[in-house]
Nanobody, 114 residues
Framework: QVQLVESGGGLAQPGGSLRLSCAAR????????MGWYRQAPGKAHELVAT???????DYVDFAKGRFTISRVNADNMLNLQMNNLKPDDTAVYYC????????WGQGSLVTVSS
């Protein structure tokens, strides 16, 4: 059974940092291009960052220079380090496979507020 479990969200002040993690179960994680998405209230999912099986990363403009995506294939783990957080980063963050979309997990809520 495919399962994606996100964790690490919470409340951060503007300029603060959070680190998200995603545990992937039931898929051959190491061969998949993986990504982080987010969904703000009332909006659709939007892609944040991607990482290929070989570790090549890509970021959407708002994430460049602030977010870092990484993976540990041996542990089936995907991470997202978020620095210099802004109120507009407030959203539920999800991981998923870009190679073949999996059922969405519950996500991890990130709230950026003073």
């Amino acid at each position: 059974q495919v399962q994606l479990v996100e964790s690490g969200g919470g409340l951060a002040q503007p300029g603060g940092s959070l680190r998200l993690s995603c545990a992937a179960r039931g898929i051959v994680f190491s061969v998949r291009t993986m990504g982080w998405y987010r969904q703000a209230p009332g909006k659709a999912h939007e892609l944040v960052a991607t990482i290929t099986a070989g570790g090549t990363t890509d970021y959407v403009d708002f994430a460049k220079g602030r977010f870092t995506i990484s993976r540990v294939n041996a542990d089936n783990m995907l991470n997202l380090q978020m620095n210099n957080l802004k109120p507009d980063d407030t959203a539920v963050y999800y991981c998923n496979s870009l190679t073949s979309l999996c059922p969405w997990g519950q996500g991890s809520l990130v709230t950026v507020s003073s």
